[in-house]
């Protein structure tokens, strides 16, 4: 059983950045897909990145392609999300979620992901 952690968000202006950590304790973190997801009040819980167990393949929402990085280090058992050019959108609860995926494969649905952390707050100000 994996557990996660996730750290970093809080309060940025639109245009600047912050950086998500989601530690991971428990299990075999190498083995498993990580991946980032968001959810605002009244909506679903949406995918927003995801990484496979070596960080050579990697998914990414639309509406946060070219401006979201997802990286990992298994040495330390955490994987980050690095977000710029934030926009007022872009505020919601982020989840980082586990998914046994030892192949390397990566999956973009709430579903497929068995262990999630409480969340972290980001809130962009326009």
């Known amino acids: 059983q994996v557990h996660v952690v996730e750290s970093g968000g809080g309060l940025v202006q639109a245009g600047g950045s912050l950086r998500l950590s989601c530690a991971a304790s428990g299990g075999t973190f190498s083995a498993n897909t990580m991946g980032w997801f968001r959810q605002t009040p009244g909506k679903e819980r949406e995918f927003v990145a995801a990484?496979?167990?070596?960080?050579?393949?990697?998914s990414y929402a639309d509406s946060v392609k070219g401006r979201f990085t997802i990286s990992r280090d298994n040495a330390k058992n955490t994987v980050y999300l690095q977000m710029n050019s934030l926009k007022a959108e872009d505020t919601a609860v982020y989840y980082c979620?586990?998914?046994?995926?030892?192949?390397?494969?990566?999956?973009?649905?709430?579903?497929?992901?068995?262990?999630w952390g409480q969340g972290t707050q980001v809130t962009v100000s326009s």
């Open positions: 990484i496979n167990w070596s960080g050579g393949r990697t």
């Open positions: 979620a586990a998914d046994y995926q030892p192949y390397g494969v990566v999956r973009t649905t709430r579903i497929s992901y068995e262990y």
